[in-house]
């Protein structure tokens, strides 16, 4: 199957710095790519859904100017926390999809840590 | 949000068939249902997904009802490495459409 990868795969930082996530779809052209947050002991949870060339859509209650994300090929796109709170501390995982393709494939994810 | 409901948990002995149900009764004609199953600290692996016939693959079967409203995922031989959380998802196929997950099946398989 697709392979998608995330870099890196864990991450600690201070409050109030920011941290930059990358998802890579490593053997195919995802021309949709989605961002997930889950917290320990829950489901997944959609945050935004970004089109290579286009800006994201942020689901219900995700803060746009503290989750940026950049679509910017076919075969990266990027999530930027800004300003970091321990809040924030999650399990962020991504997914790809192809043009035309019904599956999503989906990252590792990382585990960021505020402290 | 999600549109499907889920036992919270199960057990299975390895060896043993492990069979997942799952509800979709507000399911429409151009949804289908997929299954994915998230190993802890862990992304979600894809497993299998139909629209109406049933379906299987070297991974599982998937048993949908003749009205469409439920399904059962179908693994034929737990080991020990099946465990897991199941996460049952309805969606258009070859759309945008997002993936919303429920709170899914934590399947546990026993020695």
């Known amino acids: 199957g697709a392979v998608v990868s995330q870099h890196p795969s864990w991450v600690i930082c201070k409050s109030g710095t920011s941290v930059k996530i990358e998802c890579r779809s490593l053997d195919f052209q995802a021309t949709t790519m989605f961002w997930y947050r889950q917290f320990p002991k829950q489901s997944l949870m959609l945050m935004a859904t970004?089109?290579?060339?286009?800006?994201?859509?942020?689901e219900q209650g995700v803060e746009k100017d503290k989750f940026l994300i950049n679509h910017a090929s076919l075969t990266l796109s990027t999530l930027t926390v800004t300003s970091a709170h321990p809040e924030d501390s999650s399990f962020y995982i991504c997914?790809?999809?192809?043009?035309?393709?019904?599956?999503?494939?989906f990252g590792p994810g990382t585990r960021l840590t505020v402290l | 949000d999600a549109k499907t409901t889920q036992p919270t948990s199960m057990d299975c002995a390895e060896g043993r068939a492990a069979n997942l149900p799952c509800n979709h009764s507000t399911i429409s004609g151009n949804e289908y249902v997929y299954w994915y199953r998230q190993i802890h600290s862990q992304g979600p692996q894809y497993i299998i997904h139909?629209?109406?016939n049933n379906e299987t693959n070297e991974m599982a079967s998937l048993i949908i009802t003749e009205d469409r409203k439920s399904s059962t995922l179908i693994l034929p031989h737990a080991t020990l490495r099946d465990t897991a959380v199941y996460y049952c998802i309805v969606r258009v196929e070859n759309t945008g459409n997002q993936f919303y997950f429920g709170t899914g099946t934590s399947l546990t398989v026993i020695p």
């Open positions: 139909g629209l109406k």
């Open positions: 997914s790809a999809r192809s043009a035309g393709g019904g599956e999503q494939f």
């Open positions: 970004s089109n290579e060339g286009s800006k994201a859509t942020y």
